[in-house]
């Protein structure tokens, strides 16, 4: 048996070599264990009846309450086809609220071939693309999808949203970067995030921002040339950007790109239909070399009156998304009477070009009247068909702003005119733009109709601020 003196000079011997922490460190072990072997409760509940449960028990309501201001108690009734023209709770008005930018969502060939599509194959099977969600319109919309874009391959999206949101976490990782415009859309805001990648926002179409952060980067990667050898780089900007109507600086991005060795992603959802001889988009407006952007995204509900996106590229970066794209792979496959339509769309794109010179016409004719507005000023390219509308005024309270623009949207529906009040998610955007009124133009608008718009716009504009003082 070991003797007491022995104990304590181990202890002495142990106290003598230990570092004040590993001191602190045993001594609250210590005392934790004196806690938990000695620590007894001095008082001891009672148990409570039943009744008395029950009396203190508030139940919570099934339905929370909602303040009087919230949007779904304002909701708005469309009936029947969405076209140039919608009605909106009974009122007849001219469309500038939804975007069909080349007014496919009227075209009854497209109608027939979805009715013909929805009679052969049922509305869908459900499941996603590979596992029994394949059928063979899907399979021809992404070669002709492939074909249109000049590209080798493309693969299809159930939703536009989930098409960027998906594709730019299926490349970038943890522990790359990512260097994207302040002002894109939400889709890819969430793609940003789902990817977990480090993110650096340079200012809206601000090229020398971009470059500066491209340097500094550059200046922390010869600090660690191991880790900078493993890290990937990667560029995302939208062809024309939903949040302000601007069309970005492709020329420049692609001059970045190659100097700074960037992996290029381009949104061209709202181009696509729009910009180009064909509808190809920024890329063919700009005459930019297609192999200069590794991935082009877009959406089919812009321009193509119809659901669901692509991707295109080469053979190896596409095909990559059909292991990897989360919207791909455990979402249900695109209803092939919608992929009937975006074929037919296709269609109309190769066999009516110009339909494309009909809708930048359309866009610089509204763009031209955007100046008459008084209480206004406005952000978007001449080419764009999306416009947005800002008070002229500004006020220092974005809701109160916001507030005075649902007020004119909803007058100019009563009025004859449909506009919205572009909507944010204001505590999940990363920058929330300004509160906006947002026009889209369609090809079908008629000169005297978009004259009509802009009085009623007007005239609404002018009575609410003379109402609000």
Not at 57 to 84: C, M, R
Not at 216 to 244: G, H
Not at 387 to 395: Q, R, S, V
Request: hydrophobic fraction near 40%; include cysteine; charge should be negative.
């Amino acid at each position: 048996m070991v003797n007491t003196p022995y104990i304590i000079n181990e202890i002495y011997d142990i106290l003598q070599k230990s570092s004040p922490f590993e001191l602190t460190l045993e001594a609250l072990l210590a005392l934790g264990v004196i806690w938990i072997v000695f620590y007894k409760r001095t008082t001891k509940k009672m148990p409570m009846s039943e009744e008395e449960i029950l009396a203190r028990w508030t139940p919570e309501p099934l339905v929370a309450e909602v303040p009087q201001d919230h949007p779904a108690l304002k909701t708005k009734i469309v009936e029947g086809p969405v076209g140039k023209m919608v009605n909106v709770n009974g009122k007849e008005c001219i469309n500038m609220a939804t975007h069909n930018y080349l007014g496919l969502a009227e075209d009854e060939d497209i109608k027939q071939a979805a009715i013909k599509s929805l009679r052969k194959y049922g509305v869908g099977s459900c499941g996603p693309r590979g596992f029994y969600g394949t059928v063979d319109v899907h399979l021809e919309l992404e070669e002709r999808l492939a074909k249109f874009m000049n590209v080798e391959e493309a693969v299809v999206y159930s939703y536009a949203f989930s098409t960027i949101a998906s594709a730019i976490p299926a490349y970038s990782k943890r522990g790359d970067l990512i260097f994207v415009d302040e002002c894109v859309n939400f889709a890819i805001q969430k793609g940003l995030d789902a990817s977990r990648s480090k993110i650096f926002y340079y200012k809206h179409n601000d090229m020398d921002d971009l470059e500066r952060l491209l340097q500094k980067q550059q200046i922390e990667d010869k600090r660690n040339p191991a880790k900078a050898k493993k890290t990937r780089r990667f560029l995302v900007a939208e062809a024309i950007y939903m949040n302000t109507g601007e069309v970005c600086p492709l020329p420049r991005l692609v001059e970045l790109r190659a100097r700074y060795k960037l992996r290029f992603f381009l949104d061209e959802s709202i181009s696509f239909g729009v910009l180009g001889d064909s509808g190809r988009g920024l890329i063919e407006h700009c005459n930019v070399d297609k192999t200069e952007v590794d991935l082009v995204s877009a959406g089919l509900e812009w321009s193509a009156a119809t659901i669901g996106g692509f991707c295109a590229g080469s053979s190896f970066i596409v095909e990559h998304q059909r292991l990897s794209g989360l919207g791909y792979c455990f979402s249900a496959s695109l209803p092939p009477l919608l992929a009937q339509a975006a074929i037919s769309a296709l269609d109309r794109f190769e066999s009516n070009p110009r339909i494309f010179v009909e809708l930048r016409e359309r866009c610089r004719m509204v763009s031209n009247k955007l100046s008459q507005l008084k209480h206004f000023q406005s952000r978007g390219d001449p080419l764009s068909p999306v416009k947005h509308l800002y008070l002229k005024h500004k006020h220092e309270s974005w809701a109160h702003e916001k507030m005075l623009l649902d007020e004119i949207s909803t007058e100019c529906i009563d009025n004859g005119l449909a506009v919205i009040a572009a909507e944010y998610l204001e505590t999940m955007e990363k920058h929330c733009p300004r509160p906006s009124i947002r026009l889209t133009v369609n090809r079908l608008l008629t000169e005297k109709e978009i004259d009509d718009a802009f009085r009623i716009l007007e005239h609404v504009s002018e009575k609410v601020f003379a109402s609000a003082g």
